[in-house]
Antibody
Framework: QVKLVESGGGAVQPGRSLRLSCTAS????????MHWVRQAPGKGLEWVAL????????HYADSVKGRFTISRDTSKSSLFLQMNSVRPEDTAVFYC??????????????WGQGTLVTVSS | QTVVTQEPSLSVSPGGTVTLTCGLN?????????PTWYQQAPGQAPRTLIS???TRSSGVPDRFSGSILGNKAALTITGAQADDESDYYC??????????FGGGTTLTVL
């Protein structure tokens, strides 16, 4: 079955960097787009970023554009989110989610359990 | 700025029917937005219920259905049960690789 396991969350000071990882199993990783979605404490879901199946297309929410970078390593069935210049408003649970298919128009369908990022001095 | 709108909260009686909606601050929702619905229980990851307007995900009971009602996407729960009490989110595809979630609806079954 599809399994997504996030890691790399934790406490980080404003302005610093953090790299999140997501290890996928139970499906052919290279055939699916992948998303990052976050949820601030007590708030709703916010789409963060999307990468196409082959990694050639990357898209970002305006709130993270220029600060976050999504990438993937097919050989390791892994998805990454490099978070630079983090801000207190980036505090959230970050979910890795598989796209329903290969392209940008594929909705998040399977979700991991999330990793918490806390930005505070 | 695009805002996806949802009712902040709704309630339904056990066995009753409730419709949650997903709209846009400007314009109408159509199938080209690939409206998708998620259920999220407290402390849990979201679960996909309905995608592309009305395609039910595997294992989702048929009491959940999706549609376009007027200028909004809609999620209808027919014969609500106690364990349907959750937060529900819709997401819309804005094109160009961009997705936007609604603010979510907290559904109470009482």
């Amino acid at each position: 079955q599809v399994k997504l396991v996030e890691s790399g969350g934790g406490a980080v000071q404003p302005g610093r960097s953090l790299r999140l990882s997501c290890t996928a199993s139970g499906f052919t990783f290279r055939s699916y787009a992948m998303h990052w979605v976050r949820q601030a404490p007590g708030k709703g879901l916010e789409w963060v970023a999307l990468i196409s199946d082959d990694g050639s297309n990357k898209h970002y929410a305006d709130s993270v554009k220029g600060r976050f970078t999504i990438s993937r390593d097919t050989s390791k069935s892994s998805l990454f989110l490099q978070m630079n210049s983090v801000r207190p408003e980036d505090t959230a649970v970050f979910y890795c989610a598989r796209g329903a298919s290969y392209g940008s128009g594929s909705h998040p369908d399977y979700w991991g359990q999330g990793t918490l990022v806390t930005v505070s001095s | 700025q695009t805002v996806v709108t949802q009712e902040p909260s709704l309630s339904v009686s056990p066995g009753g029917t409730v419709t949650l909606t997903c709209g846009l601050n400007s314009g109408s929702v159509s199938p080209t937005y690939y409206p998708t619905w998620y259920q999220q229980a407290p402390g849990q990851a979201p679960r996909t219920l309905i995608s592309s307007t009305n395609t039910r995900s595997s294992g989702v009971p048929d009491r959940f259905s999706g549609s376009i009602l007027g200028n909004k996407a809609a999620l209808t729960i027919t014969g609500a049960q106690a364990d349907d009490e959750s937060d529900y989110y819709c997401v819309l595809y804005m094109g160009g690789g961009s997705w936007v979630f609604g603010g979510g609806t907290t559904l109470t079954v009482l």
